[in-house]
Nanobody
Framework: QVQLVESGGGLVQAGGSLRLSCAVS????????MSWFRQAPGKERDLVAR????????TYADSVKGRFTISRDNAKNTVYLQMNSLKPEDTAVYFC???????????WGQGTQVTVSS
C-alpha cells in the first residue's frame, strides 16, 4: 500500500505564497507520475498540476500557469507544489495523487486546506 502525506497548507493573504509537500511511503517513488488536485466546496476535484516519473514533463491547469510550479525530489520521495501570487479562488483542499506508470493504479493523500483571504 502506498501512503501519501501532504503538508504545507494554511491561511495566506491574496498575493502571498505557500509551498505544499507530499511525502510518499514507497522506495519505488520513481515509478509514479505525481499530481496535485484541488477541490473547492461544492465543486469537483480538478487537476492543478502533474509531473511525470522523471520530472522531465509537467502539465498545469490554465488557471495556475505562471503562478504554480510542481517539482519532485526522487531521492526524498517527495513532490512539491510552489504556489505564488495566490488568489481567493485558489482556496480549496489540495490533494496529492500518485499514479503508477505501468498499472495506472491511483493513490491519494488525505488533503491539505489552502485558504486565501482577500
Amino acid at each position: 500500500q502506498v501512503q501519501l502525506v501532504e503538508s504545507g497548507g494554511g491561511l495566506v493573504q491574496a498575493g502571498g505564497s505557500l509551498r505544499l509537500s507530499c511525502a510518499v511511503s514507497r522506495r519505488t517513488f520513481g515509478n509514479y507520475d505525481m499530481s496535485w488536485f484541488r477541490q473547492a466546496p461544492g465543486k469537483e476535484r480538478d487537476l492543478v498540476a502533474r509531473i511525470n516519473w522523471s520530472g522531465a514533463s509537467t502539465t498545469y491547469a490554465d488557471s495556475v500557469k505562471g503562478r504554480f510550479t510542481i517539482s519532485r525530489d526522487n531521492a526524498k520521495n517527495t513532490v512539491y507544489l510552489q504556489m505564488n501570487s495566490l488568489k481567493p479562488e485558489d482556496t480549496a483542499v489540495y490533494f496529492c495523487n500518485a499514479n503508477h506508470v505501468f498499472t495506472h493504479t491511483d493513490y491519494w493523500g488525505q488533503g491539505t486546506q489552502v485558504t486565501v483571504s482577500s
